[in-house]
């Protein structure tokens, strides 16, 4: 059997099940949490958007703190289960709570806890697939997290259709779980360890911005400065619709048009990464980049047709697919081994405030200006991002 037929090993596979199932389980409370919260616990929108908010900021945080962990081997895997199971555990545990301020401390701790496995995760499927095969590898992870995210909700409807909306948060542990068991078993592919003397838990920033990672980082940094939270998009979405259709038919179009955005991902991740691995990552990532770039302009100046709108979906799915894929990759390929997981705890950190400041900025263009400008904010970071990019070069591996 030739390398070609062997990316896809035991290992690759139970992380891309672990990505999944995770996914399916706490989408599951995270699409449930406003009926939750307002609904049940009587509490107000704000609090909603209070508890998001702290709980982004701590998994950026944690996101940080696991680079450092996930450097030296052992730390790793028992990051990466420990990290997947008390996210299973505390996500479900809000289906048992009673007041907003215990689902504030639960959601909190989950994130915490997710953002904390994030580099772990990443750092193991480096050691799990051959080095030329990193792009499969990590648009396989990829496809797989696009594809819980869209079963998540589908489950969710399901079981509050069945059950009720504490039931369904609570029978979300299960996915959770099986995910902290696909984790072992990847674990179970990595190659031994051997014996090493354990470092100190440090994040070493200053080696992985040193030479071509840096770099390309640079660029990846004012992507992300415009890679702003899809739910913008459904928003965007909504709001055109609702001129040509009711408020009730928006919303529901607007959703389909999300579903249209991770199918689109899906799809593009693997083919993305092969791509990645034949020629380079840093080609993959143009792509994307420019996909994005399309899907901004197009929000900005887009009037109210549906199928226009399904087209720009699309485009910024296909963009977040292929982006995310080659960020991974290229971080795995260009990070010496002994800093893979500093590496990746810092391309997660610069994902998850990086969304935050798109997110937080374009809201407020959209609330003192217009969405037109918002969106034109947005497509300015991705064609600066491509300016950088395109004066970069991928070189060989030094990760291998």
Do not use: C
């Amino acid at each position: 059997m030739t390398q070609e037929e062997r990316w896809l090993t035991p290992g690759v596979g139970a992380i891309g099940a672990a990505s999944l199932l995770a996914d399916l389980g706490h989408e599951i409370p995270t699409s449930l949490l406003p009926s939750l919260l307002t609904s049940t616990l009587g509490a107000p929108a704000a609090a909603l958007g209070l508890i998001e908010g702290i709980a982004d900021g701590l998994a950026g945080g944690a996101r940080l703190a696991g680079g450092a962990l996930a450097d030296d081997p052992q730390r790793r895997r028992a990051t990466a289960v420990g990290g997947y199971t008390a996210t299973a555990v505390l996500s479900a545990g809000v289906g048992l709570a009673t007041s907003v301020w215990q689902v504030g401390v639960l959601r909190a701790g989950a994130w915490f806890a997710r953002g904390l496995r994030v580099p772990s995760r990443n750092a193991l499927l480096a050691d799990v697939v051959p080095a030329s095969a990193y792009g499969r590898a990590y648009g396989f992870e990829r496809a797989m997290d696009s594809l819980g995210a869209i079963g998540g909700p589908l489950l969710a409807l399901a079981l509050v259709a069945a059950f009720s909306v504490r039931t369904a948060i609570l029978l979300s542990v299960i996915p959770g779980l099986l995910a902290a068991g696909a984790i072992v078993l990847a674990i179970r592919s990595v190659p031994r360890l051997e014996r090493h003397e354990r470092q100190p838990i440090r994040l070493r920033v200053r080696p992985v911005l040193h030479g071509d990672l840096g770099r390309l980082l640079a660029g990846v940094s004012l992507f992300e400065f415009g890679n702003v939270a899809a739910t913008l998009l459904i928003l965007r979405a909504t709001e055109l619709l609702d001129g040509d259709h009711s408020h009730t038919d928006a919303v529901q179009l607007a959703l389909l048009l999300y579903v249209a955005y991770n199918a689109a991902a899906t799809l593009a991740s693997v083919p993305g990464g092969r791509l990645g691995d034949r020629r380079s990552t840093t080609l993959v990532l143009l792509l994307g980049v420019a996909a994005f770039a399309v899907a901004y302009t197009g929000f900005a100046l887009v009037g109210t047709q549906l199928a226009l709108l399904a087209i720009l979906f699309i485009a910024a799915g296909i963009g977040i697919g292929l982006v995310e894929t080659a960020e991974h990759a290229a971080v795995a390929s260009l990070a010496p081994a002994t800093l893979r997981g500093s590496a990746f705890g810092l391309l997660a950190a610069l994902q998850s405030f990086g969304n935050f400041a798109a997110s937080a900025v374009a809201g407020l263009l959209w609330t003192i200006a217009s969405p037109r400008v918002a969106f034109a904010y947005l497509a300015f970071w991705m064609l600066a991002s491509l300016a950088l990019l395109l004066r970069f070069r991928h070189p060989k591996s030094v990760g291998s």
